[in-house]
């Protein structure tokens, strides 16, 4: 943390006559969590400093947080490589992205509460002799890959006898491969994978008895904020208000409402 | 030396009918008829513009030719199944420019086409290059890069590269006019001891002194045609031709 | 890959893929433009002949020194890094809040610059050396050379590398989105996040960066031309008609 | 940025910062060396001389024109895309499961050879027209003429404009992480990813990329230079010395 | 016309003063002693290599001199804190290639300097570059660009670019040498006009004839010395050193 004070977005700092702003990142491309549509449906906000919505579980939850801080939302799409550098650059005030709040992470940033939590499970081919494992050890011997960066590519060590492949930088990037028939599956968590599976009939997703061994903090979904800042215990009040039957009515309209769905 | 190469059953070395040429729609040669016999040496003067460079070109096919035959040994080369290439070979061309292969030293200049083209063995290959790089005087000069040597030097080499064929006859596109005044001589003095020992050669120039000197026969081109040919004597002492006497007159004092 | 689904995903998606395609054009252009100015003016600068002592020869060698510097360090990295360099280390450093289509620009210029210095110094060595003597001898001085005789020529030899880079460019553009640009690359990826379908959606996206390129191509192609002027050489009798203009 | 962490970094990693570049190098260096390869065939076939009809002249035409849309179509369109549907469509469409290193080298094989090609065939041009003909008055066919004579001094020209290529080569590998190659750039997304220090780990990157692309563009000049040969004339007395060799 | 220009007070244009140059180790000019006088038409001449164009370059500085002084209006212009752009304009300098500016067409060539240089306005530059294309016979051409002419043309549109500038002295390095026979009557009709004005004039030349003609001095150049100096009738006629009798010896026949 090196920025000095007056955190927030350049415009905040403009003045007291327009209403302030809560500026996040995110990809506006994973859904459920967040993606990138046309219009204003379903709840959508427009991305800054361009003409396109963004949607999604995180974009719902953020909406909330603004409103309850007293802020109008802002939301700026960006790389993933780029959202840790927007936050410490303070480009923006906080990462809403359905990024965990994982050790590694927290040396430069810190995170608030999880505002979802959801589990490890596979996505491989329809017809495949992995369709029906129920033990993460049913895929020793099979190709596995993950998001380069991530917990769901580390964990994939715990799979005795698996070949692991290079990480890869996306979810398209790992679809693609998985129709090709170059890796049989990769990890993901359980919201990704029910939509990988509902787009694409030659998918689906394996949900484990005998799962993958991993703290929580892997695989919850936080809010990502500079270190120190003032925000942290603000959002958390806010998060402690969005019970768990809401934030699962959430995700399942996200689920429901993602673009690939319709 | 080279007047006892091989038996030549013709007269004419190559034979021109009717030839023409045009860039779009300038008609840049006419209607040309012209031979040249076996161990003649002809010069080919006229202003600039009047189509020498492109009378030579299209004998050794540089230039399609627009209609017309060229008959080489009986046969017209420009016929579609004629080979080119191994034409090409019995023509020795000399240009104005030298345009020596300049990613090769001299001797590899002189060797190149022999070995790839007439598929002789390097070693006869350097032999004959030697041969002639000695007639030319630059047997010393063999590991030379082109842009090392002199213009007069360059068109040396270019004459030793040509003659390392062993041509029918060879060809030379005004070879002085891009030298030095003093670097004109040494490659004249060269042209002269060819046209001495009986070789067949077809010269375009604008030396007259030379012209006179060396040449059996002299072609007069204007404007795309063959306005006289004859003698050296009859050309330059008694032309018969207005054009012809203009020219000369214009060349010969300014 | 089916042609249906390539079909729906443009008609559905084409705004997104149109402001795209107008975002990398826009950065590209620009990019390229101000890249090729700071070329040329490294170009100039480079040839400024040196004094055989004194102060100014320091001078000019520790800017040629700096301006090697320059060209070394952006040809030499990534853009992808120097953008994040550029974007949020200024911001983090200097808390500069850049535009993020300003900061495109900018980052595509200095890269592009660094090429073109290259590319430049290779046309202004072709420019026969003549053409400085006869200059010179008139009594120009090294700017009056440039800008007047030697530049002109220059572009023209140049300009066939010039679109090189500009077709490169536009290309190039789509490492940017980690500053959040929202060039082409971006905008399909967004596209194939949501429907899963990645083929389909980069050939929609591959159609419009070779007609990008295509009409960039033809474009230079059309200048090339136009300043070489007639291939074939004037005759002396028409040539005679210009001076009707004259005199 | 602080200088322990780049200490740090550097030291933790080095094996995977060095097993990065390697790979980098690997696949820049066979890309561009197939890649030139691949131009200059294409230069060759494209100079071939057309006659004025006959099944020969539409045989050249339709190879010209297919060579043409290859080179259009990896010029225009980005090698992530190339390199996502060369390698996962190869192994939808035909079941082939190409090792990653040789696809990469692959795709960046036939990219580099579109650009080169355009190279090359500026390269073609710039030899002066005497040489061509030269070569063809001592019979020389088309294939002869550019192997003995035109691409020796086609490969000097285009020596540095092949140079910018493999210097680009180098940081274009980036994008192959898409198909798994573990390169440079996608090592340090890794080591930065573990450690979160972004600038520092791409400081360290940036280093390497830069010793990769200065060391690159050195040995290209020595062989400039070395093909150039010494650049002031030799006095005649010195070049008869060459006689002791012959004679 | 050119004559009648500004009232100089000097006898002597320029004056060279033990001038020297060597590339590396090679001493290319060896302590020359030269001066050009007003209206005088001075020729250069000698054999490949001896300096003549290195000379000419040294004196408007093309090439730096590696000692010695070049005196003009009474000033050593070899001084550091000299304009030497300002000098260059008093010597107008008409190269072997030509060297016109091939980007622009034949009247701005003979305009940008100038307006640029000399800051002239633009109409006076037009009238002053129509007037001098006029004395070479190019009025009719300016729109032409340079690789639309003849190369006879071009290098009169390159004395014509050098008088625009009315410089004191011109100067040229062997004018005609790189034309063809036909062409270089055209230019060298013209530099006898221009001689014939009284214009200063510095001929580095190989056509003996011409120097004969229209000098008033010729030098001879021998390896980086003046070996000889005079009268066209001393030289070519009563030459008396040795080096200079072999030279006129060797060209005056082939
Ligand atoms: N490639 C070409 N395209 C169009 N016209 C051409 C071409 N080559 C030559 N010409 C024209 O053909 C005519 C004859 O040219 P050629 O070079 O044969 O003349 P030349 O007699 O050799 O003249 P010179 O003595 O100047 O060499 C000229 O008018 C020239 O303009
Ligand atoms: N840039 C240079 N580097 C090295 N040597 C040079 C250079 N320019 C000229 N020389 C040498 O200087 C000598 C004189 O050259 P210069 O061009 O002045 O002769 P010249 O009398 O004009 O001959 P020519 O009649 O061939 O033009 C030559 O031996 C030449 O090799
Ligand atoms: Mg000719
Ligand atoms: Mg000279």
């Keep these: ?178 129709e090709s028939g170059v890796i049989d599956g990769y990890v993901s968590e359980r919201p990704e994978g029910i939509s990988s599976s509902a787009a694409n009939d030659k998918f689906v997703m394996v949900e484990f008895t005998d799962g993958f061994k991993a703290s929580e903090e892997d695989t919850a979904i936080a809010v990502g904020i500079e270190k120190d800042s003032e925000l942290k215990d603000k959002i958390n009040e806010i998060l402690k208000g969005i019970s768990e039957e809401e934030r699962t009515e959430i995700m399942d309209k996200a689920i429901a409402n993602q673009p690939a769905a319709k | ?178 030298l030095d005044p003093e670097m004109v001589g040494e490659v004249l003095k060269v042209m002269k001891e060819l046209a001495g020992t009986g070789l067949t050669m077809l010269i375009v120039t604008h030396e007259m002194e030379f012209a006179r000197e060396v040449s059996d026969r002299v072609v007069f081109m204007d404007k795309g045609v063959i306005v006289e040919e004859g003698s050296p004597e009859q050309i330059f002492n008694h032309p018969q031709n207005e054009r012809t006497k203009a020219f000369l007159k214009r060349t010969f004092k300014q | 890959m089916s042609i249906d689904w390539i079909i729906s995903i443009a008609t559905e998606n084409w705004e997104m893929f149109l402001r795209g395609a107008w975002m990398t054009l826009l950065i590209a252009t620009l990019g390229t433009v101000f890249g090729a100015i700071i070329g040329l003016l490294i170009g100039i600068i480079n040839t400024i002949p040196k004094p055989e002592r004194g102060l100014k020869r320091i001078v000019l060698k520790l800017i040629n020194i700096i301006l090697g510097i320059y060209v070394g360090f952006f040809r030499g990295t990534p853009m992808i890094v120097q953008a994040m360099v550029v974007f949020y280390g200024a911001a983090q450093a200097f808390g500069v809040d850049m535009d993020r289509t300003f900061a495109a620009i900018f980052i595509v210029a200095i890269n592009t610059g660094a090429y073109m210095a290259e590319i430049v110094r290779g046309g202004i060595i072709s420019v026969d050396k003549g053409q400085f003597e006869a200059a010179q001898a008139i009594g120009m001085n090294h700017w009056q050379t440039m800008i007047h005789v030697v530049l002109p020529q220059v572009l023209r030899n140049i300009l066939p590398a010039t679109g090189n880079q500009f077709v490169m460019n ?43 390129t295509f009409v960039v191509t033809k474009i230079l192609h059309y200048f090339e031309k136009r300043l070489d002027g007639p291939q074939n050489y004037q005759m002396i009798d028409d040539l005679e008609q210009v001076e009707g203009k004259k005199a």
């Design chain 3, 170 to 212: 536009i290309k190039d553009t789509s490492v940017l989105n980690v500053i959040g640009v929202t060039e082409l690359y971006f905008q399909t990826k967004s596209v194939s996040g949501n429907n899963f379908r990645y083929f389909e959606s980069f050939f929609v996206a591959c159609i419009l960066y070779l007609i990008m």
């Design chain 1, 1 to 178: 943390g090196t920025k000095d004070a007056g955190s927030g977005s350049g415009a905040s700092t403009e003045g007291e006559t327009k209403k302030e702003t809560f500026t996040i990142g995110m990809e506006a491309g994973y859904p459920p969590f967040n993606w990138t549509q046309k219009d204003d449906s379903n709840g959508g906000v427009k991305i800054s400093g361009n003409a396109e919505y963004a949607g999604g579980y995180d974009v719902e939850i953020a909406k909330r947080v603004a409103e309850s801080l007293g802020k109008e939302l802002v939301i700026v799409k960006t790389e993933w490589d780029g959202l840790v550098p927007s936050l410490t650059s303070g480009k923006i005030d906080a990462i809403m992205a359905g990024m965990s709040p994982t050790k590694k992470r927290k040396k430069t940033i810190d995170f608030t509460d999880n505002y979802y939590t959801s589990n490890y499970v596979m996505v491989v081919k329809k017809g495949s002799k992995y369709e029906k494992a129920t033990s993460i050890q049913d895929f020793s011997g099979a190709k596995i890959t993950g998001q380069l960066n991530t917990t769901h590519y580390d964990v994939i060590d715990q799979i005795t006898g698996v070949k692991k492949q290079a990480a890869m930088d996306n979810f398209p990037a790992m679809r693609v491969a998985l």
């Design chain 2, 1 to 178: 030396m080279i007047a006892s190469k091989g038996d030549r059953l013709m007269k004419n070395v190559i034979e021109i009918q009717h030839l023409s040429k045009s860039f779009g729609t300038h008609e840049v040669l006419k209607d040309i008829d012209f031979s040249v016999n076996k161990g003649e040496v002809v010069c080919v003067i006229g202003s600039s513009g009047s189509g020498k460079s492109t009378l030579l070109r299209c004998i050794n096919l540089l230039e399609r030719p627009s209609g017309g035959q060229i008959v080489y040994q009986g046969e017209n080369i420009l016929d579609n199944n004629h080979n080119i290439n191994n034409y090409r070979t019995k023509l020795g061309m000399v240009f104005q420019s030298f345009n020596l292969f300049n990613n090769l030293n001299v001797l590899t200049n002189c060797i190149v086409g022999q070995t790839k083209v007439l598929k002789r063995s390097k070693s006869d290959a350097e032999n004959v290059a030697m041969k002639y790089l000695k007639v030319v005087g630059l047997d010393r000069y063999i590991n030379a890069k082109p842009h090392q040597l002199s213009g007069g030097q360059k068109q040396r080499v270019a004459i030793a590269r040509a003659l390392s064929m062993e041509p029918d006859v060879l060809l030379f596109d005004e070879p002085t006019s891009a």
